[in-house]
């Protein structure tokens, strides 16, 4: 099956207005892709990105949501908030959140529950830290995120998340896992869905890599058969490494 892929940045907690205007302007010139692009600016610099991408394919997303809906939660964010500036998708269970915040699979699923049943796409990240790949755990861990995260969802609400697997000791170090890991995890990944969900759902869902993704690194790893594009921290904070990694994913 065709999936169109998608190269998604992460910004994470970088970028002022002022350096967020500078690059969605440079971000502006892409043109003529196939690939289905992404940006998570800070919550601070969402309603700019919106407004200066508004003629572009590039889509703006957060990347966090609370999962409340509204109320004393001094210093979150509602999925109603990011709806009502034009945010249609977020970030959920990046294992930053996972390891500085606590979230946990049950916090994980109640934002992923209300962010869906408002009709908000979700990037679902997941992924093991290095001790567990060592004690050969990995599989096991992994499917226990996404059945604690994603599998009270039904058929309808899953085509709306989009995984992202991104092993933790590869996430900012410049270490990338190898080819074959990559295509055997997304390939376990793509499995558990078709056992849960059904073929076709499998085979239409969309995983991403996340874990140092360079220019030097981006075509191979998109050539991978279970791979559909990229979640990108560190080179997607310069307009010249993502635009190559974009260029890498439109083949
Ligand atoms: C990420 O934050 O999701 C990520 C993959 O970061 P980096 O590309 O910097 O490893």
Redesign the pocket.
Known sequence: MDRKKIVAG?W?MNMTYEQSVRLINELKKITNTNVEIKIAPSFTNLNSAIALLDSSSIEVIAQNVHFEQRGAFTGEISVEMLKSIGISSVIIG?S?RRKYFNENDFILSKKVKVAIENSLSVIF?IGEELSEREKGNHFELIKNQIINGLFELNINQIKNVTL?Y?PVW????GKTAENFQIQEMHQFIRKLFEDKFGAEISKSMRILY????KPNNAEEIFLLDDVDGG?????SLNFSDFNSIVEAANG
């Not at 590869?170 to 170090?173: D, E, F, Q, R, V």
């Open positions: 992460n994470k990046h930053e990240c992202a991104e590869a996430i900012g170090t996340g874990g140092s993704v979640l990108i921290g560190g080179a």
